[in-house]
C-alpha cells in the first residue's frame, strides 16, 4: 500500500525547490504512484544506433522512461518502439501510447511539442542538430544533444545564441560522455593540479576502421545519401567533425581551452564508400601557450582501433586510451588500474567502449537526470559549441593547405548546405 501523503512529499523534496518553478513541464498524472512520480520522461529524436543506446541507458541506468519516439523514416521509428516496450514492459512500464510515436519530417516539431515529454535527445544526424536544438528549447524541454552541435560556425554561433535563450530556464547536456568517465575525470584533475608541470606538447589520434552502412536496396540515391549521412561531408561534418571531435574534445578540456591555429593535411586516399568525406586527417593545433598537439585519424579498413590524448609536460606525462590505459608517468606517478580486458580492444559506432569508457555513459545519463530532478540545471551548448569549432579550425586548414587561426575561423560564413528535401523523403 504506498503512503499518498509521504509520496507527495517525497515528490516535492524528489523534484527540489528550483525544479518546483518548471513543475508545469511534469504532468499531473505523474504524481500518482510511486513508480511514475519518481520518473523523468524521455523522447528520443532521430532512432538510430545512438538514440536506442542512448535511449536504454537513460531507462536501464538513470531511471527515465521513454515516452515518445520520433523519426524520419518509419522503419527506425517502429524498431526503436519495439526496441523500448520490450525493455520497458520488462521493467513493468506500459507500452508508448501510440499517439506518442511521430514519423516524417516534421516529426522534429511533433515530439519537442509533446505533453508527455521532460527532456527530449537529439540523434539525428549531425546537420539538423541547430534546428532541433532551437524547436526543443523554444518549446521549453530540457535536452540532451548529440555531438556535434553543428556542422559549420554559422550552426554553431547560432547553438551559443540557443544555449544563451536556454539558461536557467532548462537543463541543455552535450554528448560528450568521456568527460564523465571516471579514470578520465580523475586524469584529468590531476593534469590540471599540475601532475605534468609545465606541458610543452601532445598527441591526439583516432585511428578507427571504416562505418559500414545498410544498403538500403529499396531507397532513392537521395534517401541513400541520407541514411548514410556519416559518409556525407556535408551531412556530418568529416570524420575530423563527426567522429575525432571526441579526442580534440578532450584536448580542450585538459589544456582548459581551444586551438588558437592550426595546419594540416589529409584526404580521402583509400575508402570507396558512396560519400565524400575524407578517409584521414594529419593536422597540428597550437593551444595557449605555443602548446603544440599533433592529431592524426583515419576511418578506412579495419585497424586496430585505438583512440588517445598523450600529453608532455616538465614533470611527466600522461596518455588516456579509449582502451584501458590511463596513467601518469614521471615524478607524480599514477595509473587508473584498469588493467588489459581483450574486450577492450573493441569499437563501437554507437559509442558503447568497453574499457575506461565503461562508465562514461552511465555516469552522464545520472547526472542529466539529477540535473533536471534537483533544479541545478546544466548548460552545455557553448562546451558544445567550442569543440565543434575546435575540429572545424582542423578541418579548415587540412581543406585549405594553410594555417587557420581561431579568429579567422570565426568570421566564416560558409554554410553546409545537402540540399536534400526531406519532405519528399517520408
Ligand atoms: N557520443 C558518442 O559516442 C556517439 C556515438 C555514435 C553516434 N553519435 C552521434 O549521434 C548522432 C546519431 O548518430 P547514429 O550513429 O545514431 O546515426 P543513425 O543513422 O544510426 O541514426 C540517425 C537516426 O536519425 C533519423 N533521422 C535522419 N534525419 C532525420 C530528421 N530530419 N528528423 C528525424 N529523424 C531523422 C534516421 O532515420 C536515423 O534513425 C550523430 O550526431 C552522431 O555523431 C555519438
Not at 379 to 404: C, F, K
Amino acid at each position: 500500500m504506498i503512503d499518498q501523503s509521504k509520496s507527495k512529499l517525497d515528490r516535492r523534496e524528489f523534484l527540489g525547490a528550483a525544479a518546483a518553478a518548471s513543475f508545469m513541464i511534469i504532468q499531473p498524472q505523474l504524481v500518482r504512484g510511486t513508480a511514475a512520480n519518481s520518473q523523468v520522461r524521455l523522447g528520443i529524436l532521430g532512432c538510430g544506433g545512438r538514440g536506442t543506446a542512448v535511449g536504454s541507458g537513460f531507462v536501464q541506468d538513470a531511471g527515465a522512461r521513454v515516452t515518445a519516439l520520433a523519426d524520419l523514416f518509419s522503419d527506425q521509428l517502429e524498431a526503436a518502439h519495439k526496441h523500448f516496450d520490450e525493455i520497458q514492459q520488462a521493467k513493468g512500464y506500459a507500452a508508448i501510447d501510440s499517439s506518442q510515436l511521430f514519423k516524417g519530417p516534421h516529426a522534429y516539431k511533433e515530439i519537442a511539442a509533446s505533453k508527455e515529454v521532460d527532456f527530449i535527445l537529439i540523434t539525428t544526424p549531425p546537420y539538423f542538430h541547430p534546428q532541433h536544438l532551437e524547436t526543443v528549447v523554444e518549446a521549453g524541454k530540457h535536452v540532451y544533444c548529440e555531438k556535434p552541435v553543428a556542422v559549420d560556425v554559422p550552426g554553431a554561433h547560432h547553438v551559443i545564441r540557443i544555449g544563451e535563450r536556454a539558461q536557467g530556464k532548462l537543463s541543455l547536456d552535450v554528448g560528450f560522455q568521456i568527460r564523465m568517465a571516471p579514470p578520465m575525470v580523475e586524469l584529468t584533475r590531476r593534469i590540471h593540479e599540475g601532475a605534468l608541470g609545465k606541458i610543452a606538447c601532445g598527441l591526439a589520434y583516432y585511428y578507427c576502421g571504416h562505418l559500414d552502412r545498410p544498403d538500403w536496396p529499396n531507397a532513392s540515391p537521395e534517401e541513400k545519401r541520407l541514411r548514410n549521412w556519416v559518409w556525407d561531408r556535408k551531412l556530418s561534418g568529416d570524420i575530423i567533425v563527426e567522429q575525432n571531435i571526441h579526442v580534440i574534445d578532450m584536448c580542450n578540456w585538459m589544456l582548459q581551452g581551444h586551438p588558437e591555429k592550426a595546419m594540416g593535411t589529409g584526404g580521402r586516399k583509400v575508402r570507396t564508400d558512396a560519400g565524400d568525406c575524407w578517409d584521414n586527417f594529419n593536422v597540428i593545433f597550437v593551444y595557449p601557450g605555443e602548446v603544440q598537439i599533433s592529431f592524426g585519424s583515419s576511418q578506412f579498413n579495419d585497424p586496430t582501433f585505438d583512440a588517445a590524448v598523450c600529453l608532455f609536460g616538465s614533470e611527466g606525462s600522461s596518455e588516456a586510451h579509449y582502451d584501458w590505459r590511463v596513467n601518469i608517468a614521471g615524478k607524480n606517478k599514477w595509473d587508473a588500474g584498469l588493467g588489459p580486458a581483450k574486450e577492450a580492444e573493441q569499437f563501437s559506432a554507437a559509442g558503447k567502449f568497453k574499457g575506461s569508457l565503461d562508465q562514461a555513459d552511465p555516469e552522464k545519463q545520472k547526472a542529466f537526470v539529477a540535473s533536471i530532478t534537483s533544479g541545478q540545471f546544466h548548460n552545455q551548448a557553448a562546451l558544445g559549441a567550442e569543440s565543434a569549432m575546435s575540429a572545424m579550425l582542423g578541418r579548415m586548414a587540412a581543406y585549405s593547405g594553410q594555417p587557420a587561426t581561431w579568429d579567422e575561423l570565426q568570421k566564416s560564413k560558409e554554410v553546409y548546405e545537402p540540399k536534400i528535401d526531406i519532405t519528399k523523403l517520408a
